[in-house]
């Protein structure tokens, strides 16, 4: 897997956490500890991507 395609595919799954994120704060029985665990993912994904992308 190439550096671009590896980081394309961490973009794709931050995106999907942020819709993850979105649907369970809309929810009224959401747990907020998951909610909490779910931006944990997507700020270590978005640090991921930051690390590996070229400025």
């Not at 980081?7 to 979105?22: D, F, G």
């Not at 909490?36 to 700020?43: C, F, G, I, R």
Request: charged share 30%; net charge positive.
């Amino acid at each position: 897997m190439s550096l671009s395609s590896h980081i394309q595919e961490l973009r794709r799954k931050h995106e999907h956490l942020s819709e993850q994120v979105e649907q369970a704060q809309r929810s009224p029985s959401s747990n907020p500890l998951a909610i909490a665990e779910l931006k944990k993912q997507k700020l270590r994904l978005k640090e991921e991507i930051q690390r590996l992308a070229p400025n």
